[in-house]
């Protein structure tokens, strides 16, 4: 089922608001963009440090560690899945073989 999303501008504080039509919840927020003198967008530099610190945040908390070695550890994991499918099967034609 896709998602159908609209954005909104809030008539109190401006904020643009992404809002998922099914559910009504509002997905994500942002302040309203800065301008310049001139009308261009203001970039925020600490906005920008902010998020690479918490990416640094969840590499650090070992959970990308554990996740890529739970991938390394996949194909081992269903080959031992796929041989005690098979030997199950196994003892359920011959019983007698085991």
């Known amino acids: 089922?896709?998602?159908?999303q609209i954005e909104v501008q809030c008539p109190c504080c401006d904020h643009q608001l992404l809002v998922d039509v099914r559910t009504g919840k509002v997905l994500r927020h942002a302040p309203p963009p800065s301008a310049d003198e001139t009308g261009k967008p203001v970039l925020d530099e600490g906005r920008w440090d902010g998020a690479i610190g918490r990416v640094e945040e969840r590499r650090s908390s070992g959970?990308?560690?554990a996740a890529l070695e739970k991938e390394l550890r996949r194909e081992d994991d269903l080959d031992d899945?796929?041989?005690?499918?098979?030997?199950?099967?196994?003892r359920r034609s011959n019983p007698d073989a085991f």
């Open 81 to 90: 899945l796929f041989r005690k499918a098979k030997d199950k099967v196994d």
């Open 63 to 65: 959970g990308f560690d």
């Open 1 to 4: 089922m896709e998602m159908k």
